[in-house]
């Protein structure tokens, strides 16, 4: 088993509507087949983060019982791909003149209007709470930005191709699993914080059996997988971006999801609880 535990199947008429609404929203932009480029993946990340913020305030509790397992895991990655999708819809439909860069620049404004707003709910319902603590949360994007970089600056040198073609699209797919990873780590290391994942347990876990545990955690095993992990993924992608780059950079778009959903998902929890 590989899945998180903790998956909360929502009732029947919450489920039903939301996937039909999946289905038809990506059902159109199929048929649109609208660019993908560095800006759009880029223009997204708001809403990657976006996402992370309403399960943060879904284990707060800040929704009311009868919609609550909207936001609850993995709901919450449907619904989230509902709005940014309807608004991306909207964009390319209502944009002036046609335009790519002005769908590019909705998308990521209104992205990040959205994150904004619902992560200061989270942040204003802590501090009322008396638990807002961003020491670990500023520490981890810190470091996170730090390896990341020495990541990407490696591979610029050694690995240019790579690095140039997958340019901003890679970038983030390296950052968001560096802060995934060292999220994961400060949590299980420093806080005492749980790993869900049975497959991240068991890096955990090994790292925690090496004789370096003692000394700096078990952790940076951790961090060192996803990093490497990162950067095979987007050397495998090289050719796949050359050739066919909108299908590349949709599916790379959603590697760097899965990492930076989870990893600012663990930065807000982490400030707020």
Known sequence: MVLPEGFVVPPWYLLVPTVVILGSVIALLWTIEPPVTDQTVLAFAPWMMFGSSLHVLYKLDAFPASIAPLFSAPMVYAVTAVVAGTVWLGAIFLHVGGRQPAVHRFVGITGTAFFTVFTMFAIVRSVEAGTFEPFWSVISVVVAGIVAAVAWVALSLWFTDVAATTGATGALVVFSHTLDGV???????????????????????????????????????????????????????????????????TVLALVAAVGLGPAVHNTLLFAVA
């Open 183 to 249: 999220t994961t780590a400060i949590g299980y290391d420093v806080l005492g914080a749980g790993e869900d994942v049975p497959l991240s347990l068991v890096i955990l876990e090994a790292g925690g059996s090496l004789p370096t545990a003692e000394y700096i955690g078990a952790g940076w095993l951790f961090v060192l997988v996803k990093v490497a992990l990162a950067l095979v993924i987007l050397g495998l992608f090289r050719e796949y971006v050359d050739e066919q780059p909108q299908q590349a950079r």
